[in-house]
Structure formats: structure tokens, C-alpha cells
């Protein structure tokens, strides 16, 4: 699939909006830019925050992020994020995304892969 530059602006304002949303614990917010695999999964946007702030430290409360190129990962269209966890170890999420009937973009995963530095 082509993810032409208005799809790369839009899946990044989609990430941005979901990161303010977890920023503020706007529960519906975040839940809103999930995909419906995702939201039939947790069921509830209360029960999603609730998962992210767990699991996901790193992506509910951020130091920083820098969106890197979009990609392609095993047939998915997919959005590196590197974060700076508030631990102060630097991540790379991986969101996958899924283009939806009506055009629009949901995230359909977010996976964190540590980031190894290079010794110079």
C-alpha cells in the first residue's frame, strides 16, 4: 500500500492528538484514534487508558517524541515514534496502522523496542 504525504501528515496529527490525549487522561480521546479491532478488544476507553498507563508507561506520559520515516512491517504501514520514557530511557514505538472504509487512519498497535546506542 502507498501512504502518500497527506496519509503521512494525517497518521502523524492522529499520533500527536493520541499522546495529547493521554497527556490530559482524556480516556474517550485516546480511545478514539484506536482502530475497532482494538476498541472491541478493551471494550471501554476508561479500560484502555487504564491498560496504557500500565503497560505503556513510555507512551502515556512521555518526555519527548521525534517521528521518524513511515514504514512498512510485515504488511503493515507503520509509524516510528522514538520516545523518551519518563525514566529517561529512550524507546521506539512502533504503531501500527490500519486505513479504515471511510479513509480515515486508526492505530491498530503500538509495540516498544528498546533503542541500542552505538558506542562511538
Same mark, same amino acid.
Given at each position: @500500500?502507498?501512504?502518500?504525504?497527506?496519509?503521512?501528515?494525517?497518521?502523524?496529527? *492522529?499520533?500527536?492528538?493520541? *499522546?495529547?490525549? #493521554? /497527556?490530559?487522561?482524556?480516556? /474517550? %480521546?485516546?480511545?478514539?484514534?484506536?482502530?475497532?479491532?482494538? $476498541?472491541?478488544? #478493551?471494550?471501554?476507553?476508561?479500560?484502555?487508558? /487504564? @491498560? +496504557?498507563?500500565?503497560?505503556? &508507561?513510555?507512551?502515556? =506520559? &512521555? =518526555?519527548?517524541? #521525534?517521528?521518524?520515516?513511515?514504514?512498512?512491517? $510485515? %504488511?503493515?504501514?507503520? $509509524? &516510528?515514534? *522514538?520516545?523518551?520514557?519518563? !525514566?529517561? +530511557?529512550?524507546?521506539?514505538?512502533?504503531? #501500527? @496502522?490500519?486505513? /479504515? &472504509? !471511510?479513509?480515515?487512519? =486508526?492505530?491498530?498497535?503500538?509495540?516498544?523496542?528498546? +533503542?541500542?546506542?552505538?558506542? +562511538?
Amino acid at each position: @500500500m502507498e501512504v502518500t504525504d497527506n496519509d503521512a501528515i494525517t497518521i502523524r496529527s *492522529l499520533i500527536e492528538h493520541q *499522546l495529547a490525549a #493521554f /497527556q490530559k487522561d482524556d480516556a /474517550q %480521546g485516546a480511545f478514539d484514534g484506536a482502530s475497532p479491532a482494538i $476498541q472491541k478488544q #478493551f471494550r471501554t476507553p476508561e479500560y484502555f487508558i /487504564q @491498560m +496504557v498507563k500500565i503497560s505503556y &508507561p513510555a507512551v502515556y =506520559r &512521555p =518526555r519527548s517524541v #521525534f517521528f521518524e520515516k513511515i514504514t512498512t512491517i $510485515q %504488511g503493515n504501514i507503520t $509509524q &516510528p515514534v *522514538l520516545i523518551l520514557a519518563p !525514566d529517561g +530511557v529512550p524507546l521506539r514505538a512502533l504503531y #501500527f @496502522m490500519e486505513k /479504515q &472504509p !471511510d479513509n480515515t487512519w =486508526r492505530i491498530n498497535g503500538c509495540f516498544l523496542v528498546s +533503542v541500542k546506542s552505538k558506542e +562511538v
